[in-house]
Nanobody, 123 residues
Framework: QVQLVESGGGLVQAGGSLRLSCAAS????????MAWFRQAPGKEREFVAA????????YYADSVKGRFTISRDNAKNTVYLQMNSLKPEDTAVYYC????????????????WGQGTQVTVSS
């Protein structure tokens, strides 16, 4: 069992930066791929980024490539999302997720979810 708690969201101007954190509890964290998803009002939840257990391979949605960086610290049971050059269209609730099986890009592949943290980017 893995429990996830996100933090670091807030209000930022376009062009600014935020760093999200996801603290995990549970013995399987260090062996699980982790991901960030986001959901804007009236839209479906969408994939943002994923990182395998070792941190050596990462995956990104095209919309955030070059601006966002996912990383993890297995000693601290924490995964991060560094978000730079933020745009108003990045406004959403951001969720941390623990992978179970299947494609890293699909929300149905993840069995553990945090409660989400709001990110609002003003223009």
């Amino acid at each position: 069992q893995v429990q996830l708690v996100e933090s670091g969201g807030g209000l930022v101007q376009a062009g600014g930066s935020l760093r999200l954190s996801c603290a995990a509890s549970g013995r399987t964290f260090s062996t699980s791929a982790m991901a960030w998803f986001r959901q804007a009002p009236g839209k479906e939840r969408e994939f943002v980024a994923a990182i395998i257990w070792s941190g050596r391979t990462t995956y990104y949605a095209d919309s955030v490539k070059g601006r966002f960086t996912i990383s993890r610290d297995n000693a601290k049971n924490t995964v991060y999302l560094q978000m730079n050059s933020l745009k108003p269209e990045d406004t959403a609730v951001y969720y941390c997720a623990g992978h179970q099986s299947g494609s890293y890009y699909r929300s149905t592949s993840y069995g553990y979810w945090g409660q989400g943290t709001q990110v609002t980017v003003s223009s």
